[in-house]
């Protein structure tokens, strides 16, 4: 589904190095959990594979089903089937959260040459899965994000994972900011999503996500790199000892 | 008979032309030109002029003097210069100041007497002027409105819809040319009462010269049946539009109007200098709405329309509410200020603008909320949207007079900045003589927010659809003030308005 090999990506305004190297693949229908200490490089693979601004790749390459999408525009890729659930969702005042998902699914049909759904069909699907997120009506009709709690948003952002149904889902720190309680439900959203044709790259600092959303792999992150890699297992050694002990041994 | 066939098909190639074009490169929907024979007044300003539009428009004697105090007053006006508009001298004696349809020379007797050519147009614009409903025998379906239209073309009215529906409502709706002649009563009564000949250069230059526009009278205790609206449609080159409009609503009366304007695409700028009055009694209510789309200039800033506007509205009587709207996204140069004075008590004004300015447009609006009577309310709400290489001005007044007890106004201003090129500016003026009055501001200014765009996105949206839904979600406070059928067009003018903006 996703290849990433020998990415060296730095900062675009100033000379910094944040990937150096990154090579990671993830199987169709697979979750792969990157962990890793703040700074690690994290959160910049996430903002790169979906093409955000201000970064510069100046090596390697990343493939999504075969088709390398570092050239692409951000929502060239989101049509190819990439999503990323932000660490931080953004608020859009004054748009109302169903306007928002409505103008995104139907620009994704329209890229991908589908029929854009009608308001009634819309309105249908996202009533149905709006209830499993325990998204009531007045969450869909405020403006996105805005006013909206920590579990609020992330579970909006899940609600629009569901909505948009993507190949490749990468979460980037999902659970910060949530209580158990709120963890738990998204969880339980990303649960419903897993797929035989869809996969998964969570980000996350802790190993507590991962107690609700099982990976299959797991790879630690240091330094712009993937130090380590292994079963579910590693994130409970992880959750044990911290990082300092996986990184002396690696070092 | 060979000669009209000739006509004929050049106007069809010239469409053809104008179609290519427009698909092409043209943004502007509206730039199209109308191949009609016109008639001119001779070039240039004088009191021949005036006499002469007087006499085209067969007014009274009363009519002809009026103008010509006021010409005889402009001749010694300046040009005002306070406001953050820079555009290069008018040749006030380089412009025709009346041009009319050969087709209109014989005021047509009904719609189907018009020229198809000039009803050709308008169904382009989109602006029914039929009344298919009416003909048909039936009534309309529910849900669907139907809205009465005056059709002003350069400088004369084509034709107004439901005239006979609305008579027998006790409403008139018609061309302030016909009004002059068939009710000259309340044209002497109002004409000049809220906007006086005096009152401003560009004001006081329409007196002299205005040629048509809409009269609007609704007698006590009428709601309106039907929204009204005016459409005005610049065609004629090196031509200013001066139109003229009246309304009147009496004792408890209300109606909403919408006006609507486009003008060719042309590289020469050409002037527009409106004057509109609203005059309300006891009770009574009006709600005015815009959507400005004249021509904007280029990306170059070459052409356009300069818009030189003067609109007020007088709350006479006790309790009566006016409410303007306006979507301005045409124009090269803005010059508007749609004002309410608070004469009765509990009275009340509001003014929702959206003003948007792209590529080398200035924009300098706002309002006036002139606070007399006790009790008097105010809101302002202002979007001003800037890309481009634009300059957009919000410059308001708030005055709370010494017996206006209890007088309150809320003011909120919002500029949302596009790219790093373009500028937004506040200009409050608050003047406040009494102590019981509550005069609320709040500004703020912002840029159209990476986070925000990088979020769309990656969600779906190409950048400029990802614009067009943070600026409408920016301006929903004013869309939702319009009337449905407006809010629709006005949310994709913005679109529109915005093309090009980024990247």
Not at chain 1, 32 to 38: E, F, K, Q, R
Not at chain 1, 89 to 108: C, D, H, K, S, Y
Not at chain 2, 112 to 138: S, W
Request: hydrophobic content about 40%.
């Amino acid at each position: 589904m996703l290849e990433i090999k020998n990415l060296h990506v730095g900062l675009e305004e100033e000379d910094k190095q944040i990937l150096k190297g990154v090579n990671l693949t993830v199987e169709t229908g697979k979750v792969h959990a990157i962990m890793g200490p703040n700074g690690s490089g994290k959160s910049t693979l996430s903002y790169v594979l979906s093409g955000k601004d201000g970064y510069e790749v100046t090596d390697g390459s990343a493939e999504l089903e075969g088709v390398d999408i570092l050239d692409m525009e951000p929502e060239e890729r989101a049509a190819a089937g990439l999503f990323l659930a932000f660490q931080y969702p953004v608020e859009i005042p004054g748009v109302g959260n169903m306007t928002f998902l409505r103008t995104a699914v139907n620009a994704q049909r329209k890229a991908r040459g589908e029929e854009e759904l009608s308001a009634a069909e819309f309105l249908k699907v996202v009533r149905e899965k709006a209830k499993s997120l325990k998204i009531d009506a007045d969450m869909l009709k405020r403006p996105v994000n805005v006013g909206f709690s920590g579990g609020e948003k992330k579970r909006n952002e899940i609600l629009q994972m569901a909505m948009l149904e993507p190949k490749m889902c990468i979460l980037d720190e999902t659970d910060s900011g949530l209580d158990v309680d709120a963890m738990k439900l998204v969880a339980e959203g990303v649960n419903a999503l897993r797929d035989a044709g869809r996969s998964f790259l969570v980000i996350t600092h802790y190993q507590r996500l991962l107690d609700h959303i099982k990976p299959d792999v797991v790879h630690i992150m240091a330094d712009g790199k993937i130090v380590k890699t292994g079963g579910p297992e590693l994130a409970l050694e992880v959750e044990n000892n911290g990082y300092a002990d996986i990184l002396a041994e690696v070092a | 008979m060979a000669a009209l066939d000739d006509v004929q098909v050049k106007e069809g190639v010239d469409q053809e032309t104008v179609d290519a074009v427009q698909s092409v490169g043209g943004k502007y929907k509206y730039g199209f030109e109308t191949d009609i024979e016109i008639e001119y007044a001779p070039k240039g300003l004088n009191e021949d002029i005036v006499r002469l539009i007087s006499e085209k428009n067969k007014e009274p004697e009363w009519m002809l003097e009026w103008r010509l105090a006021a010409y005889r007053r402009w001749l010694q006006m300046e040009e005002p210069d306070w406001a953050m508009v820079d555009y290069p001298e008018i040749d006030f004696q380089d412009q025709y100041y009346y041009a009319r349809p050969k087709s209109m020379a014989e005021k047509p007797k009904s719609l189907d007497d018009v020229d198809p050519k000039l009803l050709e147009t308008y169904a382009k614009l989109g602006i029914p002027l039929k009344e298919q409903a009416l003909l048909a025998g039936v009534e309309a379906p529910e849900g669907d409105r139907r809205v009465a239209v005056d059709a002003v073309f350069d400088s004369v009215s084509v034709g107004t819809t439901f005239k006979d529906e609305l008579a027998k409502a006790g409403v008139i709706f018609c061309s302030i040319s016909e009004a002059i002649q068939d009710h000259p009563e309340l044209v002497k009564k109002y004409l000049g009462s809220v906007v006086p000949q005096s009152d401003n250069y560009y004001a006081t230059l329409n007196s002299a010269v205005f040629s048509d526009g809409s009269f609007v009278y609704i007698p006590e205790g009428t709601k309106c049946p039907m929204e009204l609206s005016t459409y005005f449609r610049i065609n004629a080159e090196n031509t200013g539009q001066f139109e003229r409009t009246l309304i009147i609503a009496e004792k408890g009366a209300y109606v909403s109007y919408l006006e609507g304007c486009t003008a060719p695409q042309r590289d020469i700028a050409q002037l527009h200098a409106a004057v509109v009055e609203l005059v309300l009694l006891e009770d009574a209510e009006i709600k005015y709405s815009t959507v400005q789309n004249w021509f904007p200039g280029d990306e170059e800033g070459k052409g356009g329309i300069y818009n030189f506007v003067t609109k007020r509205a007088d709350c006479r009587g006790d309790r009566s509410k006016v409410m303007w709207t306006q979507v301005e996204t045409g124009s090269a140069v803005t010059w508007k200020y749609p004002s309410c004075i608070l004469r009765g008590d509990d009275s009340q004004g509001e003014f929702y603008s959206i003003a948007i300015a792209n590529n080398m447009q200035q924009a300098d609006t706002g309002t006036k909320m002139i606070h007399l009577g006790k009790n008097t309310k105010s809101r302002i709400v202002s979007k001003g949207i800037s890309a481009g290489k634009a300059q957009n001005t919000y410059r308001g007044l708030v005055s709370m007079h010494p017996k206006a007890q209890n007088a309150r106004n809320y003011t909120q201003c919002d500029s949302l900045l596009i790219g790093d090129k373009c500028g937004a500016h506040t200009v409050p003026y608050i003047e406040v003589k009494n102590n019981s009055a509550r005069v609320e501001h709040e500004a703020t200014t912002s840029k159209v927010d990476d986070e925000q765009l990088f979020y769309c996105r990656q969600r779906g949206m190409d950048e400029e659809e990802a614009v067009a839904l943070v600026v409408n979600g920016f301006c929903k406070d004013v869309l939702q003030a319009l009337p449905m059928e407006f809010a629709m067009e006005a949310q994709a003018l913005v679109a529109i308005s915005l093309e090009g903006s980024v990247g």
